[in-house]
């Protein structure tokens, strides 16, 4: 057996039992994914605009089983008509036999402190699916009876986050998976299987340094555990304007024991832009993968001006 399907199997028996925790997706371009972690920033910054931004990512290419994962998320700052900003997350995740699929709505209240900047705190509440599909081939007729079968579960998924935006720079404090929901259904013989969700948690922050080198450098961080394993993002990008409201970046990424990643960007009009990513496994599955794949889009729409109303006294003609 060849040893990229050897890890598959791995990875997949891993993914396929009842197990304690769980690791959510990795994206390379979480500055455009803040949202669906860190609910407090939904609206956050917009000032008047919706924006929806799609994220696909293939990780570890040519990797049997490996995590194919999309993203679907729209926020906007409604704050024209109530305090704070409403958003809709959702995220589709596909790894071996088992496919998770995750729906929040978001909500976050904006506090301003002063001339600091705005501390956004959001919920995010939802719905979590998770389901598994093997298509074992046994050695034999017989199927081996501890293998797990065919089953689907839903449950709660409630998010929780602080986000403070400041004039060049931001923190972020949040927690994904506050129920710790149980996913549990029987198969078609009575057997119970199950997939338990764990909490994770996230501390995120970045900040703007204006006029670098005829340009912009962006610099970012995110940290993320669910008390078992810890992981962080570290990047960079150089931010180029070209005028006319179109403006580029190139970057870096290190992520702590899994991968390096160049990060690109165009922003051909003021409401759209485009990214790619190319993560460069660094991890035990290097001498295997081909690397990771990441590409995004996000468009914002500007709501217009309310009318300007006047009027005049008859006596004042």
Known sequence: MKLNKSLAGLILLMVSFSTLAQQDKLITHFIEDKMSINPGKTGLGLYNSICATSIYRNQWDKVNGAPNSAVLNVEADLSRFFPGGIGLSLYHDAIGFAVQNNLAVNYSYPITIGNLGTLGLGIGVGIMNYGLKPEWVPPSTAQDPDLPDEFAATNLDLNFGAYFNGKNFYVGLSSTHLTESLLADQDASGFEQSYQTARHYYIMGG?????????????????????????????????????????????????????????????????????????????????????????????????????KQSARHPRWL
């Open 207 to 307: 900040k703007k340094f204006a006029n670098m080198f005829g340009g912009t450098i962006d610099a970012q961080v995110l940290m993320r555990t669910d008390l078992v394993k810890f992981s962080a993002d570290f990047n960079a990008r150089y931010i180029y304007d070209f005028g006319n409201s179109k403006m580029g970046y190139g970057g870096l990424t290190v992520r702590t024991s899994d991968a390096v990643a160049l990060m690109f960007g165009y922003t051909p009009m003021s409401n759209l832009t485009v990214g790619y990513s190319y993560d460069i496994t660094v991890n035990k599955l290097s001498s295997i993968s081909r690397g990771s794949h990441e590409i995004f889009f996000k468009y914002c729409y500007n709501l217009p001006e309310p009318p």
